[in-house]
Nanobody, 125 residues
Framework: VQLQASGGGLVQAGGSLRLSCTAS????????MAWFRQVPGKEREFVAA???????DHADSVKGRFTISRDNRKNTAYLQMDNLRPEDTAVYFCAAGSPDPSSRSRRLQRAYAYWGQGTPVTVSS
């Protein structure tokens, strides 16, 4: 499975961006898709995850501002980011993996076998 992420950029605080992540290869390997983010010098952190059935989960830090969705026909996941804050500045990574019934597990990096290249998001104050 290869993941191609896009949509990052520079935006002012309060603005919006939409990230996209398209998976190629067997769809069973992208049954769950997720976004993580990382700031230099810090651990990569969970942002949001979604199953093939559309069950979504968001980190508390982004709830109410970010929304993960997916289009299974296109094997693409999206991350709509609204009301962005300077602390959202990071490199965002998409990830994909096989089916996983545990919402707790879907928040863990080790649950994902496939990773895309990072796309940087910079929010200016």
């Amino acid at each position: 499975v290869q993941l191609q992420a896009s949509g990052g950029g520079l935006v002012q605080a309060g603005g919006s961006l939409r990230l996209s992540c398209t998976a190629s290869g067997p769809t069973s390997n992208s049954a769950k898709m997720a976004w993580f983010r990382q700031v230099p010098g810090k651990e990569r952190e969970f942002v949001a995850a979604i199953t093939s059935g559309g069950t979504a989960d968001h980190a508390d830090s982004v709830k109410g501002r970010f929304t993960i969705s997916r289009d299974n026909r296109k094997n693409t996941a999206y991350l709509q980011m609204d009301n962005l804050r300077p602390e959202d500045t990071a490199v965002y990574f998409c990830a994909a993996g096989s089916p996983d019934p545990s919402s707790r597990s879907r928040r863990l990096q080790r649950a994902y076998a496939y990773w895309g290249q990072g796309t940087p998001v910079t929010v200016s104050s």
